[in-house]
């Protein structure tokens, strides 16, 4: 027979094993029970596409040379989402992209009328979505624009080899051609100054939105010493005059004094405009812009004024 007091050992045994089982139990049902805990901050707010993203840029011709460049700056770098424009769609990088929309600055106005409607489009979309979300500390992408970069453009001189006649027409007198010259107007300066006009009437920019227009030096007045260049240079010197109207215009609204407009000299960039031997690289005016964007109200005291990459005044 067996002893008793291993018998009494045996028991005891049972018994504390019996009562740490029912305490596992009863906490797994209190706990099943109880309101779910908050989450913690640093799980709502951790890095994706959708998260932790408060401004927005929109790069008009973000699909090569400066326009690719400053869209892979911008979207590396934290708390911004980016929406681009190129007149072929699917030439965007997508894959860094908020929103990505079709844009010929050459066409009629109903291209810009088309982008504009597809940003509405997709704040809606976003909006609907930001009601749906449950943790108000969650950040998603919005539509309502930041900063505004108007970096498309045309040179005459990207089709003096298709069209005979073409580049001369908009550069000596005795070729003038109006029309010629004109269609490097209205893409450097009339078009974007129609579609800043068309974001402003549509509430699409935000209480404090930055517009950069990306000039040349050869657009600058004070500064020209060379003969004839009435297409590209005509037409930058037209697109300084909209901005620098444009940031007075800014700097008298009562509702809006936080915005501001300049226009910006990239200088001379190794992009197919520029060639291989310029001065700089666009991978650098991009990092310079997303610098002077990201310095809080350093563009905002420079409202109206004609910048170089590295800060520098250049002359009107």
């Known amino acids: 027979s067996l002893h008793p007091l291993f018998i009494i050992a045996v028991q005891a045994s049972f018994t504390f094993f019996r009562c740490i089982i ?45 326009g ?10 934290p708390g911004w989402s980016v929406m681009a424009t190129a007149r072929n769609v699917d030439t965007l990088p997508k894959e860094l992209l908020f929103g990505s929309f079709a844009l010929d600055l050459n066409h009629n106005t109903s291209h810009l009328d088309n982008l504009v409607h597809g940003l509405l489009a997709q704040q809606q979309q976003q909006q609907q979505q930001q009601q749906q979300q449950d943790n108000s500390a969650t950040l998603t992408p919005t539509t309502t624009i930041d900063v505004l970069i108007h970096n498309a453009g045309f040179n005459p001189k990207d089709v003096k080899d298709n069209n005979s006649g073409y580049f001369e027409s908009t550069f000596y007198a005795k070729q003038f051609s109006a029309q010629n010259v004109a269609e490097s107007c209205r893409i450097n300066a009339l078009h974007p100054m129609e579609l800043t006009g068309k974001l402003l009437a549509a509430n699409l920019l935000s209480d404090s939105a930055i517009v950069i227009g990306v000039s040349s030096w050869l657009g600058s007045i004070t500064t020209k010493d060379f003969a004839g260049h009435y297409g590209y240079a005509g037409s930058k010197a037209l697109f300084n005059m909209c901005l620098k109207g444009l940031a007075l215009e800014m700097e008298a609204d ?40 990201s310095e809080e109200g350093y563009l905002k005291s420079q409202n109206g004024k004609f910048l170089n990459v590295d800060r520098t005044e250049h002359e009107w």
Do not use: Y
């Open 68 to 77: 690719l460049a400053l869209v892979q700056a911008f979207a590396t770098t």
């Open 22 to 66: 029912c305490s596992i139990i009863k906490h797994i049902i209190i706990m099943s029970s109880a309101p779910d805990a908050p989450p913690d901050a640093s799980t709502v707010l951790a890095p994706n596409n959708n998260i932790n993203v408060n401004k927005t840029v929109l790069i008009t011709g973000g699909n090569r040379g400066l």
């Open 254 to 293: 009562p509702d809006h004094p936080k915005r501001c407009c300049i226009a910006l000299n990239p200088g001379w960039m190794a992009t197919d405009m520029g060639g291989p031997n310029a001065e700089r690289t666009p991978d650098q005016v991009a990092k310079a812009v997303v610098d002077m964007v």
